[in-house]
């Protein structure tokens, strides 16, 4: 019941946090590390707005403890640009439009680096598989364009 | 926001030590001092059931043993037969090549589970032990307390689908079963004292709150799938959004070819009833023919007989028993020689 010392590796840096048991990988890295970029959506596992990486691969933090996580490499949002330069992702983001309302934008980048990270040239079939949820409520604006600023 | 209710975490390192676990803290007992009666102490796997249920407080154990550090809990093994340690992710199974080519029904049914996400998480073993669901239970605790509960959570109260019914109604949900019961898998589970094998087919029973015939000291470890030589499968699923719903009405077939004739044919549906069943009736026929269209009807007509959803999920009782229906006839017919 109480609290628990952890080290994340998150981003690229090791971050020691004091975080509760039942506290999920989101809330740690919104409420102990202040990465707010992670988004809070469904929070039941469907909407895929908390996407994050863990060791590359997309999963949903909103049901994942940290402390299962272990030595593994967390990578947010937050870690895709660098210090002065947004990742191409992000820039193709930005130059197609891809976003609504942008809320679910994180988890779109997430799952969008994913997959071009394993897939060099994705159809646009894989990248809406790829997406999972998170091109439906967009599918009349930007959604389009959201699957259309993954491909070359 | 939606916070897990409070809980220990225990995390061992092999499935006998999960299994002491269970024993040593008394897997089984209900606690009755949070409102709705829960389980004490449980196991999570993926957690991409349980913890959404928890979220709502359909679930509050005071302890949770997790199987994320057990030791070899993943893994796809081939000797003679195949066999699937239950840790082994829906993604993995989903994208072996061995699986997709030779057990097709299986990698078709974990490719639909959920979102890609949440394949990643979620485990063969988790999908197999799948809470059921039902529109008057997957609910937050303030609806489900606005209404007074149900059945499913609180004995005393009467199942909301069917207010006579003498048992709960809640719906079978997991893809991943109906496959592999016509895959014919068995699977195993160890306790405290040993490990036992159980035919999938076995496992299940009518009854929403207990759908499974397991103890609750016992930890699900392997899945086993005979040789599949001659034998061609298919899943087919019917959701409200096919980029990550559970089920409202799904078929999986079988058959095993021995020349241009059907010597073997197996049947399965689920999400139209609290347990997913074998279908013998709509089995039977095809054996022996070619799976001209006439066996073809003879076994939808069977499926449909068979089918026997409520008013609990999203879509009607007719458009799911219909699904069923079309599903059959579809499933069947993509499994005629190419």
């Known amino acids: 019941m109480t609290k628990q010392l952890l080290t994340l590796r998150v981003n690229g840096e090791p971050r020691t946090i004091a975080a509760d048991t039942h506290h999920t990988l989101l809330e740690v890295l919104r409420e102990e590390l202040g990465l707010t970029g992670t988004k809070h959506g469904c929070e039941l596992g469907e909407c895929g707005a908390c996407t994050v990486l863990v060791d590359g691969v997309p999963i949903l933090a909103c049901l994942t403890l940290p402390t299962l996580v272990g030595d593994s490499e ?6 895709l640009a660098s210090a002065e330069d947004l990742h191409p992702l992000q820039v193709a983001f930005a130059e197609e439009g891809a976003a609504q309302c942008g809320y679910c934008t994180p988890g779109m980048l997430m799952t969008a680096k994913a997959l071009l990270d394993t897939t060099a040239r994705p159809t646009r079939a894989a990248s809406l598989r790829a997406q999972g949820p998170l ?4 599918r009349k604006a930007g ?8 491909l070359p | 926001m939606l916070r897990l209710p409070r809980f220990r975490l225990l995390e061992p390192r092999s499935y006998g030590e999960a299994a002491q676990l269970l024993a040593e803290n008394g897997a089984g007992a209900l606690d009755r001092s949070r409102g709705t009666p829960t389980l004490r102490v449980m196991l999570v796997a993926g957690g991409t059931d349980l913890f959404p249920n928890m979220k709502r407080r359909q679930f509050t154990p005071e302890l949770l043993i997790s199987l994320a550090r057990v030791r070899d809990a993943s893994g796809i093994q081939r000797n003679g037969h195949l066999d699937i340690s239950a840790g082994t992710t829906l993604s993995a199974i989903a994208q072996d090549p061995g699986i997709r080519e030779r057990s097709t029904a299986l990698a078709e049914a974990a490719e639909v589970v959920s979102t890609p996400q949440l394949r990643n998480m979620g485990t063969i073993g988790g999908n197999i032990c799948l809470d059921t669901r039902c529109n008057w239970y997957d609910q937050s605790l303030f609806w489900r307390t606005a209404e007074g509960f149900c059945m499913k959570t609180n004995p005393d109260v009467v199942c909301r689908v069917a207010t006579s019914s003498p048992r709960c109604l809640a719906v079978a949900s997991a893809d991943t079963v109906p496959a592999l019961l016509v895959l014919g898998a068995t699977v195993h589970f160890e306790d405290a004292e040993g490990g036992r094998d159980v035919p999938l087919a076995d496992l ?7 759908p499974m015939a397991l103890r609750q000291d016992e930890v699900l470890t392997d899945v086993t799938l005979p040789e599949a030589d001659g034998w061609r499968s298919t899943y087919l699923k019917m959701r409200d959004r096919g980029s990550f719903d559970f089920p409202i009405a799904a078929v999986a077939a079988a058959v095993r070819w021995d020349g241009a004739k059907v010597s073997e044919a197996r049947i399965a549906i689920t999400a139209l009833g609290s347990r997913p069943q074998l279908v013998a009736d709509a089995a039977r026929p095809l054996v022996g023919t070619s799976l001209d269209d006439v066996t ?43």
């Open chain 1, 74 to 79: 967390v990578t947010t949002v937050e870690g």
């Open chain 2, 296 to 338: 073809i009807a003879l076994a939808a007509e069977a499926v449909h007989k068979a089918a026997r959803p409520m008013d609990n999920t999203s879509g009607t009782i007719s458009q799911r028993k219909r699904a069923a229906l079309v599903f059959t006839e579809r499933a069947l017919r993509s499994l005629r020689p190419a």
């Open chain 1, 143 to 150: 959604g389009t364009n959201a699957t259309g600023a993954q």
């Open chain 2, 204 to 210: 299940y029973q009518e009854d929403g709150i207990q």
């Open chain 1, 135 to 138: 091109p439906l409520p967009l």
